[in-house]
């Protein structure tokens, strides 16, 4: 196990991943479609891989397609590929990924929102395992694994009509759902160890001179939305800026957005209600620490009339993201900050949208 896991640098040792990787092994010999469901930057795409080259097509090709990055005729012609002439800028004879991955894995990225046609011809190819070039007609034939990836509910969007269901049947032979990262908090600084010597590999520092006790704590507390990407980019980050072999990096920096300088941010409860009402007063600039509503207020008085659950929410906003910066996005002190049990922070910040 350790072994494989180093060969494709799939790291991470709780019983949540572990169990994953078992699921990995189990499906890979047989020659059936799996589907893969997680969060963005669960490993999505790691997982495929390993499927893949677990498989009995491991020396066959390996093809991959984002099919979110294209338009639907793109799409369709970089799936199935096109005669010469299909369309306007159709060159020469284009072979598609189907005919490309022909014996070995085709793995489809973000295939949830693809349109009713690429659906069709996608269950025509797995039904039959043939199809026609975009501007031919004649069959050809392909014999492709498809593993396929989604961050979306796919049963929920086939029970919406917005996916086939039939398609998702076939597609679904087996799904392998990964755990968020902070579900497996085992792995974080296992994860974050083995970023941070690659990029002090990449700086050419003579060694990675480890994480201070309240660095690991900060990785370890925070909720990590954006999965194992988000936490190679933020230890990526930290360990460059620290930009020091001796010292133990101390700083974890979560947000690289954060400056005394970021332009106001709009308030993201306003964003999604109707807009919001409109003041003649002139925009107070922004204050180090906000002291009352400041969208709506000159000499720290708000101006009147306004909207009173608004205003009140806006305040709550500012001093919520005041808190979770000053705290490094440390939740437990965060709360200790503002006077509120753990419990009572992680409502309103779900209220606000903010986890
Ligand atoms: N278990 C892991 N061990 C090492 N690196 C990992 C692991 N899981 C993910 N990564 C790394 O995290 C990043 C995101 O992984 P990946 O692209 O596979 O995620 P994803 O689920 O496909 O994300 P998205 O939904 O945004 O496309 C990559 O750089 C990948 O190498
Ligand atoms: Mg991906």
Redesign the pocket.
Known sequence: MANSRKQD????ESNA?LSILDHVSQVAPLDKPVLII?E???????IAKRLHFLSSRWEQPYITLNCAALNENLLESELFGHESGAFTGAGKRHEGRFERAHKGSLFL??LANTSGLIQEKLLRVIEYGEFERVGGSRSVRTDVRLIC?T?EDLPDLAEQGEFRADLLDRLAFDVIT?PPLRERTEDILL?AE?FAINMARQLHMSMFPGFTSTARQTLLDFHWPGN??EL?NVVERSVYRHNNDTLPVHQIILDPFQSPWRPEQRVKTQDRQSPPPVSTAPVAPEPATPAAPQSSATNGKPVLPLDFKETVQSFEVDLLKQALEESQFNQKRTAEMLGLSYHQLRGILKKYDLL
């Open positions: 640098n799939l790291i991470g991943f997680g963005r930057g669960t490993g999505k795409e790691l990225d973000e990836a961050n990964l994860l083995h194992v990407r190679k």
